[in-house]
């Protein structure tokens, strides 16, 4: 009998290149587990190629490694044949192990069909060394390999499905299971050359025609190694793309429910807002229409909060608006919509029993509003004013019913507030009142019905006009002229105000520049900005458009903002004003006296003049403390080198007072009523002719 040895360095490569095969092919079953349709097909096919050629090339290369006294050589056909069954086993085995279960009887088969496979491409390479006579196997070593093949496929397909998902640390455990199926593969392999006997005198028929083993073990494995590491490197690229079109997509996910809760909800408490809230509104109609039923729309307003937003700034009037809502939300039921409609208004949408539950809601929330509010160490009390519209009966559609509940809510705030108020019909007229209003203010600078009147301004000391401060007017189709206060309030709620304070500011420019060409070079015009006008941030824009496009010199216009506006956030504040103090534009302090303010940041705004509010001035004969009041800001104001303004002057008592006192300028309806600038000039034109 002939005896066989082993090349030592090829058993190890054969050794190496099973457990990369094994490696390989667990990774491929992580890729058809994780893709679908077409594609899982595309990995299949690649993924029983790659390891189909991996596992034969173990073989081969193993047989290579085989040393007969005698020269061998194999035939191609019966060779390529087995790297044939190779490729089918392997593709049979990556298939079934992408099934969703692999139930016992189907791995058990499974393994039988690989283990066959395996054996058969094993046994069909031996035959193609075509040996003469033929090979002769020990039964039991032939045995041995046959269940070797048989459990290590078992194993292998139960190793490969538990590993298909990619879990944290799956490839440090793919690895290890790697070389358990590697040692078995190879451990397969060689108990069945060991069980092949020789014959003395045997010769290989396949010596002429076929393979020679010189350098094809080279050839094998090179080959072998570039498709095994193409297919890896494809696999591990491809899992990154699939990790990295994941975290995208999970991204794009995550920002599209941001977007949806930002367009949805109140960024300052997470409640809904009026967009989502009709919404809810439309499904409780439908709800009740179906169903049956009723609801309360309970509109809530807070009393009280514009002094604590003023005194405290809009920082704490923030935190004070969340405390709210969190109270709010105390009780409410899944089914209920709390919702923040904008500034300190709530709305409040519940599911009734009977319209008796409305009541008692109604008080409870009021109730739990009036309790005191702990805020960053301050005690904050407010109320609330709640007005009530139930569906069905108050209103067709949400619209409608937001508006009645409003209405009801002016009512009980006209009341005393501090309460409720269920909708009446009657509330309707001044609710209707209020929506034309609004909509022809809309239409009101359409239509150029704004007017600017002025109210002169005067030289305390000698009498003489220095400018004029511009106040406006709106000349309403049918009601005729009207003061701010009648639609200044609606322009701030509805945010037109920063489009009238733009017109307001060019307007008053425009006269100023008429004005100044005629040879009032030294007067000032005054103009009034609002709360939400100073903190707009095109502020600073809008002052510099207008002063160039009406060519006026900026020490010609002066800027009031009231004290508590200036106070409010006064590091922004302070910003605000430092730029448009850089572009040389006058500043006043308007209604001095009557906020909260921090002499420390008063020193430091580049004001250029306090404006004592007329509260003071209107008492000033009769009120001693009033007379206190007005000679301290006088001092105060004279100390930190600001000119001193006092308005609301409507007896020659209070002017004398004031200008012994040291203001600056007065002005008032005992020196000049607010007129259209015609008339505004006319006046002017007597009071010089009379100097």
């Given at each position: 009998?002939?005896?066989g ?5 090829l058993v ?10 094994s490696y390989t092919a ?10 679908q ?18 596992v ?5 290369i ?23 069954i ?18 016992l ?17 094993h046994?069909?390479g031996?035959a ?8 002769d ?23 490969a499905?538990?590993?298909r ?11 290890g ?19 092949a006997?020789?014959a003395?005198g ?11 083993g010189?350098?094809?073990d080279?050839?094998v ?7 095994l590491?193409?297919?890896?490197l494809t ?10 079109t ?17 367009a ?6 997470g ?11 439309d ?6 229409t179906?169903y ?12 009280g ?21 969190l ?17 300190d208004?709530f ?14 809601l ?9 309790r005191?509010?702990?805020?960053a ?6 109320s ?34 501090n ?5 009446e019909?009657?509330?309707n007229?001044?609710a209707?009142?209020?929506?034309q209003?609004l ?9 150029r019905?704004f007017?600017?009147?002025?109210q ?12 004029a401060e511009?106040?406006?007017r ?19 709620k ?18 100023m ?9 030294d ?5 009034n ?12 824009d ?5 002063l160039?496009?009406?060519q ?5 216009l ?8 200036a106070?409010?956030?006064a ?6 004003l430092q ?24 020193k ?6 306090l404006?004592i509010?007329?509260?003071f ?5 009769h009120?001693?403390d ?18 001193i ?12 007072f ?8 007065l ?5 000049g009523?607010?007129?259209p600038?015609e008339?505004?000039?006319q006046g ?8």
């Amino acid at each position: 009998m002939l005896i066989g040895s082993y090349s030592p360095a090829l058993v190890v490569i054969s050794l190496f290149v099973a457990i990369l095969s094994s490696y390989t092919a667990l990774d491929l079953t992580g890729r058809i587990a994780t893709t679908q349709g077409r594609a899982a097909y595309l990995w299949m096919s690649g993924g029983a190629l790659a390891m189909g050629i991996g596992v034969w090339s173990m073989h081969f290369i193993g047989m290579l490694a085989f040393e007969l006294p005698i020269a061998l050589g194999y035939d191609i056909t019966l060779t390529a044949l087995s790297l044939l069954i190779s490729i089918l086993s392997c593709g049979f085995a990556l298939w079934l192990v992408s099934q969703p279960r692999l139930p016992l009887w189907q791995l058990m088969f499974g393994a039988l069909i690989m283990g066959s496979g395996i054996s058969g491409m094993h046994y069909t390479g031996m035959a193609a060394m075509r040996m003469q006579p033929g090979i002769d196997y020990d039964p039991s070593l032939f045995g041995a390999s046959l269940l070797i093949a048989l459990g290590a496929s078992a194993a292998a397909l139960w190793i490969a499905f538990r590993l298909r998902q990619n879990t944290p640390h799956v490839r440090l455990a793919r690895s290890g299971a790697a070389v358990v199926m590697g040692f078995a593969i190879v451990g397969m392999h060689y108990t069945g050359m060991a069980a092949a006997r020789f014959a003395d005198g045997s010769f290989c028929g396949a010596l002429g025609s076929g393979l020679s083993g010189k350098g094809l073990d080279n050839l094998v494995l090179i080959t072998t190694l570039a498709v095994l590491i193409i297919a890896l490197l494809t696999s591990v690229l491809d899992a990154r793309l699939e990790t990295r079109t994941a975290v995208l997509a999970q991204s794009l996910t995550e920002a599209n429910k941001e977007l949806t809760q930002l367009a949805l909800h109140d960024t300052l408490t997470g409640l809904p807002n009026r967009i989502l809230l009709a919404d809810r509104i439309d499904q409780a109609m439908h709800r009740v229409t179906a169903y049956g039923g009723c609801f309360a729309l309970m509109f809530i307003d807070l009393d009280g909060f514009k002094p604590v937003n003023d005194a405290f700034g809009h920082h704490m009037g923030d935190q004070l608006l969340r405390e709210v809502a969190l109270r709010l939300r105390e009780g409410l039921r899944s089914e209920d919509t709390l919702a923040r409609i904008g500034g300190d208004e709530f709305v409040l949408l519940v599911q009734l029993g009977g319209p008796d539950d409305a009541l008692r809601l109604a008080a409870r929330q009021v109730s739990l509003l009036s309790r005191s509010f702990r805020v960053a160490e301050h005690e904050l009390q407010i109320s609330a004013s709640l007005g009530i519209a139930l569906y069905p009966g108050n209103g067709l559609s949400a619209q409608e019913l937001l508006m009645n509940a409003d209405a009801a809510m002016y009512h009980a705030k006209g009341s005393g507030k501090n309460g409720y108020s269920f909708f009446e019909g009657s509330m309707n007229s001044n609710a209707r009142r209020q929506l034309q209003l609004l909509q022809d203010l809309r239409n009101a600078l359409e239509h150029r019905q704004f007017r600017l009147h002025y109210q002169a301004k005067f030289d305390a000391a000698n009498g003489r006009p220095i400018g004029a401060e511009a106040l406006l007017r709106w000349e309403h189709p049918q009601q005729g002229l009207l003061l701010p206060d009648k639609f200044i309030e609606l322009a701030e709620k509805s945010g037109l105000i920063i489009a009238i304070g733009d017109w307001v500011l060019n307007e008053a420019c425009r006269q100023m520049r008429e004005w100044f060409l005629v040879g009032y070079t030294d007067w000032r015009i005054a103009v009034n900005l609002s709360a939400l006008q100073f903190c707009h941030a095109g502020l600073v824009d809008s002052v510099s458009r207008a002063l160039a496009r009406h060519q006026l010199p900026a020490n010609n216009l002066t800027l009031e903002i009231t004290e508590t506006t200036a106070m409010s956030d006064a590091d922004v504040s302070m910003i605000v004003l430092q730029q448009l103090a850089g572009m040389g534009v006058d500043l006043s302090i308007d209604d001095f006296g009557t906020g909260y303010s921090s002499l420390m940041y008063l020193k430091r705004l580049p004001a250029n003049e306090l404006k004592i509010d007329r509260g003071f001035v209107r008492d000033l004969e009769h009120d001693s403390d009033d007379a206190a009041i007005v000679s301290a800001i006088v001092a105060l104001g004279q100390a930190l080198g600001l000119r001193i303004v006092a308005e609301g002057v409507e007896t020659g008592k209070q002017q004398s007072f004031l200008t012994q006192l040291g203001c600056d300028s007065l002005q008032g309806y005992y020196l000049g009523h607010p007129l259209p600038p015609e008339r505004f000039m006319q006046g002017i034109h007597r009071s010089e002719h009379n100097d």
